[in-house]
């Protein structure tokens, strides 16, 4: 307040009951702020290689490292050391007649119950346009497949599908939007030979498709939005790299700050889709998970 209405306007007495902020809290210095030293440089080494990560997302990692500090002291911190992360807010659009669970109709219970899957448009270095496909879980929110191509067709989206069912199962419904590649008729035959329930969003209805766009925003914020992509081949090894720290090292808000990978192994005895795992499936061409080691070498079963 006195920064913005001037020093010599308001005394820092009058600014203080006005904010109702005690005298003594404002006044306090640390006494012994070179304890805060060791972990204000954890808390800056963790940003250096999360930038975009907030003082919520951070705490969890600093715990991670072996440090016993409450939230509140890193919020101090943060706080004190100018950390916030910059982001322009952005208007919330409010639709009438719309309730708010109108995005989650056939919320996800189990792993391999809801699959989601979406593009996202970006370009390389020279300007040529480059598409990804993304592929997301729902239910343990494990990004799948991040497939990257200059275009796609609904063939396209096939191969990495059955790739997909072959390594993890296939699930009981898979949501999208009204894109040609998700709505093509080979598309539908395919996906009713293996049994699996198609859920298409209302057009220009993005938030029924909550669980993917939430994904594609981390996605474009904390990689596209810091990337430059010399070629195909950069692309798809960097996204790859991206899909394996999101789903084993990046923890989850809304998995109690655990990472996807570990939530989903503490799921036992539960359905896992319509269709079971194969035992071995050749990948195709793009950022695609590789085939667990485990796996036997048998034949894949055939999907279409």
Same mark, same amino acid.
């Given at each position: 307040?006195?920064r913005?209405?001037?020093?010599? &306007?308001?005394?820092?007495?009058?600014?203080?009951?006005?904010?109702?902020?005690?005298?003594?809290?404002?006044?306090?210095?640390?006494?012994?702020?070179?304890?805060?030293?060791?972990?204000?440089?954890?808390?800056?080494?963790?940003?250096?290689? %999360?930038? %975009?990560?907030?003082?919520?997302?951070?705490?969890?990692?600093?715990?991670e490292?072996?440090?016993?500090?409450?939230?509140?002291r890193?919020?101090?911190?943060?706080?004190?050391?100018?950390?916030?992360?910059?982001?322009?807010?952005?208007?919330?659009?409010r639709?009438?007649?719309? @309730?708010?669970?109108?995005?989650?109709?056939?919320?996800?219970?189990?792993?391999?119950?809801?699959?989601?899957?979406?593009?996202?448009?970006?370009?390389?270095?020279?300007?040529? &346009?480059?598409?990804?496909?993304?592929?997301?879980?729902?239910?343990?929110?494990?990004?799948?497949?991040?497939?990257?191509?200059? @275009?796609?067709?609904?063939?396209?989206?096939?191969?990495?599908?059955?790739?997909?069912?072959?390594?993890?199962? !296939?699930?009981?419904?898979?949501?999208?939007d009204?894109?040609p590649?998700?709505?093509?008729?080979?598309?539908? %035959?395919?996906? !009713?030979?293996?049994?699996?329930?198609?859920?298409?969003?209302?057009?220009?209805?993005?938030?029924?498709?909550?669980?993917?766009?939430?994904?594609?925003?981390?996605?474009?914020d904390?990689?596209?939005?810091? =990337?430059?992509?010399?070629?195909?081949?950069e692309?798809?090894?960097?996204?790859?790299?991206?899909?394996?720290?999101?789903?084993?090292?990046?923890?989850?808000?809304?998995l109690?700050?655990?990472?996807p990978?570990?939530? !989903?192994?503490?799921?036992?005895?539960?359905?896992?889709?319509?269709?079971?795992? !194969?035992t071995r499936? =050749?990948?195709?061409?793009?950022?695609?998970?590789?085939?667990?080691? &485990?796996?036997?070498?048998?034949?894949?079963?055939?999907?279409?």
């Amino acid at each position: 307040m006195r920064r913005r209405l001037g020093h010599d &306007q308001v005394s820092q007495r009058r600014a203080c009951k006005v904010l109702g902020q005690p005298r003594g809290t404002q006044r306090y210095r640390p006494k012994r702020p070179e304890l805060d030293r060791p972990l204000i440089e954890a808390m800056r080494r963790v940003t250096d290689a %999360r930038p %975009r990560f907030g003082c919520e997302r951070v705490h969890p990692v600093l715990k991670e490292l072996g440090w016993s500090v409450g939230m509140s002291r890193v919020h101090r911190l943060w706080k004190q050391e100018q950390m916030q992360v910059p982001r322009r807010q952005r208007k919330r659009r409010r639709f009438p007649g719309r @309730s708010a669970n109108s995005c989650v109709r056939y919320r996800a219970t189990y792993r391999n119950h809801v699959w989601s899957y979406d593009f996202v448009t970006e370009r390389t270095e020279d300007g040529r &346009q480059m598409k990804l496909l993304v592929v997301l879980d729902e239910y343990t929110r494990e990004c799948l497949a991040i497939e990257s191509q200059r @275009s796609f067709t609904a063939r396209d989206v096939i191969l990495t599908l059955q790739y997909l069912f072959a390594v993890r199962g !296939a699930p009981e419904h898979i949501r999208s939007d009204n894109g040609p590649e998700f709505v093509a008729r080979e598309m539908q %035959r395919w996906l !009713a030979r293996a049994s699996v329930g198609t859920l298409y969003i209302q057009k220009a209805s993005p938030w029924e498709n909550a669980y993917v766009e939430s994904f594609n925003g981390k996605l474009r914020d904390e990689l596209l939005n810091r =990337e430059l992509f010399l070629s195909l081949a950069e692309a798809r090894y960097v996204l790859d790299e991206w899909r394996l720290d999101y789903n084993h090292r990046r923890p989850h808000s809304s998995l109690n700050w655990q990472t996807p990978a570990a939530f !989903a192994a503490t799921i036992e005895n539960e359905p896992t889709g319509v269709l079971p795992a !194969a035992t071995r499936a =050749e990948p195709p061409v793009g950022a695609t998970p590789l085939p667990p080691a &485990q796996h036997a070498a048998q034949p894949p079963p055939i999907l279409s």
